[in-house]
């Protein structure tokens, strides 16, 4: 398997960006009174996972990767409440997101085992 050359090349990266793209198709639907609540807040919580995938990945320090990696990962679990709430908001249907946010979740903690046992 080759080595990743950009934060493009990594799977979870691009899985990450996918459900971003998702959410804002979603999140265009959702009650106005809701733009700078629930929309506003989701739609940041998500675009903070493949942000902080690609800033990690430029890091130097295993450390310093790692970090950036467990930002994403917190950021991925503050978005799966989000996505909760939605749906029992009724705002949307998002119980097909569980599959890709879980399957992330699985991605970003085997990148970041491996970041920290020195692979990147």
Known sequence: M????????????????ELVLNIYKITKEFPREELYGITSQLRRSVISIPANIAEGFKKRGVKDKARFF???EGSLEETKYYLLL??????????????????MGKLLTTYSKAVLKGAS
Do not use: P
């Open 2 to 17: 080759e080595a990743a050359k950009n934060f493009k090349d990594l799977i979870v990266w691009r899985k990450a960006h």
């Open 70 to 72: 467990n930002i994403a």
């Open 86 to 103: 939605v749906y029992d908001l009724e705002y949307a249907d998002t119980y097909g997101f569980e599959k890709l946010t879980d399957e």
